[in-house]
């Protein structure tokens, strides 16, 4: 018995030095130069099951819940019709300026944001909260992993962070939603028992509201 509980022990200190119950380090953010939007060489939307349930990292997928924009002009979905398990909802219109939208689409939600976007490329906050809730949303001790329909938000909301003093090897854009494949889908498009009628379940989502009615307005 005092062999057996020897080497029991000997096998439980042995496993940090082996990496047991342990994940690997993510690998620093690699833009691929081949992508439009900016998408990660190495975590994204077709790696990204293997990079899930992490606490060094945070999730956000950045669409909106219904998107003013024609997506389905372009094959994707103005609805949030599914994510993936474990990514919590932050719109970037929410956040700041929305530009450069396919001509397809249109242009876009043009309503209040925490951020303006300027045409140099700097950020103008628009209300004495705006880093505060960035700050809270995105916590700068952790890994970022971002994603909505096709790429573009998610690179929107990078090129934000970075601005705002966030590490940019720790910011990953792992691209649209609308490419996912994986075992981890979380689906918002329900179809009733008839067959033909469905509706958005998004009480499935952690959806993180942001009232800007309560916030205190930057007069400029």
């Known amino acids: 018995m005092k062999k057996i509980k020897s080497l029991l022990l000997s096998i439980l200190l042995l496993m940090p030095i082996y990496g047991c119950n ?4 993510l690998p620093a953010a690699k ?3 081949t992508s439009q939007f900016g998408v990660d060489k190495n975590v ?7 990079y899930l349930n992490r606490k060094d990292t945070v999730y956000r ?5 219904s998107d003013p924009a024609s997506y389905c002009n372009i094959g994707g979905d103005a609805y ?4 993936i398990e474990g990514f919590e909802i932050v719109p970037y219109p929410y956040l700041a300026t929305v530009k450069g939208l396919p001509d397809a689409v ?3 939600y043009q309503g209040e944001s ?3 976007w300027n045409d140099d490329g700097s950020y103008t906050a628009n209300y004495k909260e705006s880093l505060l809730i960035i700050n809270d949303l995105f916590p700068k001790d952790k890994n970022i992993i971002l994603m909505c329909g096709g790429g573009g938000y998610a690179m929107m909301t990078k090129n934000l962070l970075v601005a705002l003093g966030y590490d940019a090897s720790k910011i990953y854009n792992i691209g649209g939603f609308w490419e996912y494949n994986g075992d981890h889908r979380v689906k918002i498009d329900v179809t009733y028992g008839d067959g033909f ?4 379940a998004f009480h499935r989502l952690n959806y993180h509201i942001i009232d800007f009615t309560y916030l205190t307005k930057i007069e400029s």
């Open 80 to 83: 949030l019709s599914g994510t």
């Open 106 to 108: 249109g242009q876009g």
């Open 44 to 50: 994204n939307i077709k790696t990204i099951d293997k």
């Open 22 to 25: 342990k994940k690997d380090s």
């Open 197 to 200: 009628s469905s509706y958005y």
């Open 31 to 33: 833009v691929d130069s």
């Open 61 to 65: 997928d950045m669409r909106m819940l």
């Open 114 to 116: 925490l951020y303006t």
